[in-house]
């Protein structure tokens, strides 16, 4: 599995994978929110290429191996929303 920091997003898309509250309290700018309960049956609106991100990185990372044996390109986003409010990246709202 590849793991990218926060800054190597880039034009990646950017799946949230958290659950509701949690994406209610922050996320990431422009995040798809898509909690980890709902991926499967919610993959058709997983972008091939994402970008996929929790709160630290371990749910995401679970999310990523499901979706390369489904076939698609994805990469977990090391750190996860910790790490990207961390990096200055652009929030709505705030993570705790």
Do not use: F, K
Request: proline content about 6%.
């Amino acid at each position: 599995m590849r793991e990218i920091t926060p800054t190597e997003v880039a034009d990646r898309p950017l799946v949230d994978v958290r659950e509701p509250h949690e994406w209610q309290a922050g996320h990431a700018e422009g995040a798809v929110h898509i909690p980890m309960g709902e991926v499967v049956e919610r993959l058709h609106e997983v972008p091939d290429g994402a970008a996929i991100i929790c709160r630290s990185g371990a749910r995401s990372a679970q999310v990523v191996a499901y979706l390369e044996q489904q076939g698609l390109d994805a990469v977990n986003v090391a750190g996860g929303t910790i790490a990207w409010a961390a990096e200055g990246r652009p929030m709505v709202g705030t993570v705790a």
